[in-house]
């Protein structure tokens, strides 16, 4: 299986800071990334409420050679005020409007969004041999299963799909029945369990989850790192005593050289 090629296009300024290097370093069998340009005058927005329409972006953000999927990241609402569009002819946006405020609020970062969503775009052209339209085909089912393909008609459910997110029964159908090999969604699964929130977070809602396992297992942390304390202040002492010994040993030693007749 090639990777493809997913060509990153930010356009005009970004609100919210993006790690590239993150993106780029991504190891997938399934893709992979890379910043290709820059836009820095982004055109005026054309739709309502300062959104982009699709025809706008269509315009604006050109297939870039040698890619498989052009992905262009932008600030501002995208038609419909949806936060992922698929402009045809390999063209895909996805807009942080609303989006990075989100994740950030759930402690994940902007970037598990972007992942996530760039696994759908592979997904698809794997499946049609390119990146369809919004208008033209789409998994997206209304109910929120962790999946790549949950519609998140309330954005803030795509809080559900940033932490170890997969692909659902009814996705993994759509797959037998286009007749791609296995090994391709097992992939997909796979590398979607090491998109995660950070490891402070997992273990903070954790707590949240289970309180009282959370406080005995504080008890538990503070009497260990008690007796362990102990013991090395004990062993330090008397490693300190010997050596303490020792030098005046060797002290007494040399001044007795000198004393004598
Ligand atoms: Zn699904």
């Not at 005026?44 to 990241?73: E, H, K, M, Q």
Request: hydrophobic share 40%.
């Amino acid at each position: 299986m090639q990777p493809l090629n997913i060509h990153l296009v930010t356009l005009g300024q970004q609100k919210e800071p993006i790690d590239i290097q993150f993106l780029q370093a991504w190891k997938s069998k399934v893709f992979s990334v890379r910043h290709v340009q820059h836009i820095e005058i982004a055109p005026d927005t054309d739709g309502p409420n300062w959104s982009y329409t699709d025809r706008a972006l269509r315009s604006t953000i050109r297939p870039t050679p040698s890619a498989d999927v052009t992905v262009a990241i932008v600030s501002s609402p995208l038609e419909g005020n949806y936060y992922s569009r698929r402009l045809g002819e390999g063209v895909c946006a996805l807009s942080l409007h609303e989006m990075a405020g989100i994740t950030r609020r759930a402690h994940f970062k902007v970037e598990n969004f972007l992942i996530r969503s760039i696994y759908g775009y592979a997904i698809y052209h794997h499946v049609f041999g390119h990146v369809p339209a919004s208008a033209e085909a789409s998994w997206s089912h209304h109910a929120t299963r962790r999946c790549v393909f949950d519609m998140n008609g309330l954005k803030e459910d795509i809080v559900y799909s940033l932490h170890q997110p997969r692909l659902c029964e009814e996705c993994l159908m759509r797959l037998r029945a286009a007749q791609i090999p296995p090994d391709f969604a097992q992939s997909v699964q796979r590398e979607l369990l090491l998109l995660k929130k950070g490891a402070l977070y997992r273990f903070l809602d954790w707590a949240n989850a289970y309180p009282g396992r959370a406080l005995a297992w504080g008890v538990v942390a503070s009497v260990v790192i008690n007796v362990c304390s102990n013991y090395i202040y004990d062993h330090a002492s008397k490693l300190r005593n010997v050596l303490d010994e020792a030098v005046n040993s060797v002290t007494n030693n040399s001044s007795n050289e000198r004393t004598r007749p």
